[in-house]
């Protein structure tokens, strides 16, 4: 009688929500490396001396880069996010964290 209701599981059956569960964290992550980022851009020190201008620029494009790092683990550790995902869920931490190494190495 058990054996009437069981089904066999289809490959990559429940991918369609875990792509929708996933991409929730992912995307409040990447949310948080964009406002970090575009917070790094768009601080501009009065002068030479504004080491604290300097401080929050550096502090902003780490904090991009730790939080895109986070994105991208949370994308590719785990076999079945990784093959839910797809590959372009990798490509905003990978941009953001380019973006704020610029930022970061150019420091102006």
């Avoid at 369609?16 to 949310?31: E, F, K, N, Q």
């Avoid at 948080?32 to 009065?46: D, E, K, N």
């Avoid at 990798?90 to 190495?105: D, E, F, N, T």
Wanted: aromatic residues 10%; proline residues 8%; neutral net charge.
């Amino acid at each position: 009688m058990s054996d009437q209701f069981e089904t066999t599981p289809v490959p990559g059956g429940d991918s369609g929500c875990l792509r929708r569960i996933m991409a929730v964290p992912l995307t409040i992550l990447y949310a948080i490396a964009a406002f970090c980022c575009y917070t790094a851009l768009i601080t501009r020190p009065s002068g030479s001396w504004d080491q604290d201008a300097y401080g929050a620029i550096a502090l902003m494009c780490w904090l991009t880069i730790a939080v895109s790092v986070l994105g991208l683990l949370v994308t590719v550790a785990p076999p079945t996010v990784r093959r839910a995902m797809g590959p372009w869920w990798l490509g905003p931490p990978l941009i953001l964290s380019a973006i704020a190494m610029a930022r970061w190495v150019l420091g102006t």
